[in-house]
C-alpha cells in the first residue's frame, strides 16, 4: 500500500512562495502518475497539477498555470510543488495523489498540508 506524506504548507503572505513535498513509501513512486489536488472550505476538491511518470510531461490548472510548478525526484520517491506568486484563493488544504485517474481523482492519497495565503 502505497502512503504519502506531504510537508511544507504553511501562512504566506500574498504573492510569496511555498514549496510543498510529497514523500512516497511503500512503493517506487516512478510507476504512477502524481499529482496535486487542493480543496477549499466550501469548494470541491480540484486537480491542481499533474505529472507523468517520467515527468516528462505535466499539466496545470488554469488558475495557477505559469504561478505553480510541479516536479518529481523518482531516485527520492519525491515529488514537489513549487508555488509562486501566492493569491488568497490558493488557499486551501493540498494533497498530494498518486496514481491519477481521469485527470479527476486517485488511488492514493496523502493526509493534506494546509496552505493559507494572506492578503
Known amino acids: 500500500q502505497v502512503q504519502l506524506v506531504e510537508s511544507g504548507g504553511g501562512l504566506v503572505q500574498a504573492g510569496g512562495s511555498l514549496r510543498l513535498s510529497c514523500v512516497g513509501s511503500g512503493g517506487t513512486l516512478s510507476r504512477d502518475t502524481m499529482g496535486w489536488f487542493r480543496q477549499a472550505p466550501g469548494k470541491e476538491r480540484e486537480l491542481v497539477a499533474a505529472?507523468?511518470?517520467?515527468?516528462?510531461?505535466?499539466n496545470y490548472a488554469d488558475p495557477v498555470k505559469g504561478r505553480f510548478t510541479i516536479a518529481r525526484d523518482n531516485a527520492k520517491n519525491t515529488v514537489y510543488l513549487q508555488m509562486n506568486s501566492l493569491k488568497p484563493e490558493d488557499t486551501a488544504v493540498y494533497y498530494c495523489?498518486?496514481?491519477?485517474?481521469?485527470?479527476?481523482?486517485?488511488?492514493?492519497w496523502g493526509q493534506g498540508t494546509q496552505v493559507t495565503v494572506s492578503s
Open positions: 505529472i507523468s511518470r517520467s515527468g516528462g510531461a505535466t
Open positions: 495523489a498518486a496514481d491519477l485517474t481521469g485527470g479527476r481523482s486517485a488511488n492514493y
